[in-house]
């Protein structure tokens, strides 16, 4: 699967193009990103089509030009790559106000209302249907292991979700720290095990690694991401993404919880009792060793 919103914007629009333009997309998709930045004679030679075909193809997608389609990739890839310090710095985020902006300005928690409301908002509505219930299906199966890792942040939301499942079903686990502890894990992958990563912009390069060596053992990859999807999309059978915006220059974690706690709402229902018994037994064990 290519990883991109243009990418995304592409496939959607394969069923209304003609059979010309349709080679353009597949070559754009082959080779993304970096065959949006070919010249338009390049791209049409590879496609076997002309260049009219070619502009008559970004000019379906709604841009005026091949000039304006590679701009918008562009910026999709420097906001692939934004970091903290870029979106302070591009942002003008904590700069002076003058008295009277300050007094026009909206107050931070006003601002943080707006901002993730709309953003836990427009990620549970994207969310495709079937990638959710796929989802709460790999995680209900008792015959699979599920290992979870995560990132620099994003750790602390895949021992958020993991810790829940852990009450809920047995054989669930984190991707160990240690080199030794975490080739072993690694090694003894196959077709019944899970992995459950989370990967945000600046993309981590070990977490596609490990997609792929799950995928190919024959096992099952869910990635919960951003909405410019992480490279490990490419080797996912889930793909659940979330909107990032936030009051600061820091990208939200929120709507991602949104969509945990969602998730772990599913998988309680789907185990039904079972989900009942487990939490049972783990909270009696844990009274019993004094643990609460």
Partial sequence: MTSGALADEIRRKLGELSPAERKVARVLLAGYPSAGFETVATLAERAAVSAPTVLRFVNRLGYRGFPDFQTALRSELAERMAS??????????GQPRTRAEADEEPSITQRATRVFSEAVSRTLA?????????AVRLLTDRKRRITLAGGRFSHLLAQYL???????????RFLPDRQVERTALLTSLHRRDVLVVFDYRRYEEDKPLLA?????????????????LSPTAAHADVVLPSHVTAPSPYDSLVPTVAVIETLVAGVLAELGQDAHDHLRDSENTARHLGLY
Avoid at 162 to 172: A, E, F, I, W
Avoid at 212 to 228: K, M, P
């Fill in 162 to 172: 993991g810790l829940h499942l852990m009450q809920l079903r047995d054989d669930v």
């Fill in 212 to 228: 792929q060596l799950v995928h190919e053992q024959g096992g099952r990859v869910i990635v919960f991401t951003d909405t410019w």
């Fill in 126 to 134: 994207e969310i495709p249907p079937h990638d959710f219930e796929h």
């Fill in 84 to 93: 903290p310090l870029s979106l302070y710095e591009s942002t003008g985020f």
